[in-house]
T-cell receptor, first 110, second 112 residues
Framework: AQSVSQHNHHVILSEAASLELGCNYS??????LFWYVQYPGQHLQLLLKYFSGDPLVKGIKGFEAEFIKSKFSFNLRKPSVQWSDTAEYFC????????FGAGTRLTVKP | SQTIHQWPATLVQPVGSPLSLECTVE??????LYWYRQAAGRGLQLLFY??????ISSEVPQNLSASRPQDRQFILSSKKLLLSDSGFYLCAWSPSAASPLHFGNGTRLTVT
């Protein structure tokens, strides 16, 4: 069955630390990949997406993600996190059936 | 511009009662439509999706059903609610599989 898995349930970092959140997908054929962020009390917002072309995708707020087809991965990165990045992050894959990972809660300590 | 409407925002229903949550999209045609349930620590669980009228895909065996009576209307239903149906339900749409989702404001359902 098609699925998306996120390796980290809760990540705690200090400000200025680098971030990498893992995401793996299990889909056959063409798949479109997304990262969403949900700040406390708010709706999901799109951070970035990949559907073709350059496998390194840049999104909003300094986030980027790399699509590695051979590893079925789409990890999210940010070189230097800020306290305001504290939120829950969701990876998603779509082939008309947008599926989400369980999410990774990121806490950034000031 | 496109907008999505989902109602009601909150709902308290007794066990065994029926359910009907509605979602409509304006300003587009033939959208992909989705119903999710969001639970803490479990992300968004895909319940149903539809790529066109009369085409409903069900993801999880459960007490719920979905219908798409019109191109831009997506309804989540139950004949008899269970306590375990309590949760936060989100409707969403996208123009295609390569596009991000646009979410409704959600419905907080409490089954008592």
């Amino acid at each position: 069955a098609q699925s998306v898995s996120q390796h980290n349930h809760h990540v705690i970092l200090s400000e200025a630390a680098s971030l990498e959140l893992g995401c793996n997908y299990s889909y056959g054929g063409t798949v479109n990949l997304f990262w969403y962020v949900q700040y406390p009390g708010q709706h999901l917002q799109l951070l970035l997406k990949y559907f073709s072309g350059d496998p390194l995708v840049k999104g909003i707020k300094g986030f980027e993600a790399e699509f590695i087809k051979s590893k079925f991965s789409f990890n999210l990165r940010k070189p230097s996190v800020q306290w305001s990045d504290t939120a829950e992050y969701f990876c998603a894959a779509n082939n008309n059936d947008m599926r989400f990972g369980a999410g990774t809660r990121l806490t950034v300590k000031p | 511009s496109q907008t999505i409407h989902q109602w009601p925002a909150t709902l308290v229903q007794p066990v065994g009662s029926p359910l009907s949550l509605e979602c409509t999209v304006e300003g587009t045609s033939n959208p992909n439509l989705y119903w999710y349930r969001q639970a803490a620590g479990r992300g968004l669980q895909l319940l149903f999706y539809s790529v066109g009228i009369g085409q409903i895909s069900s993801e999880v065996p459960q007490n719920l059903s979905a219908s798409r009576p019109q191109d831009r209307q997506f309804i989540l239903s139950s004949k008899k609610l269970l306590l375990s149906d309590s949760g936060f339900y989100l409707c969403a749409w996208s123009p295609s599989a390569a596009s991000p989702l646009h979410f409704g404001n959600g419905t907080r359902l409490t089954v008592t």
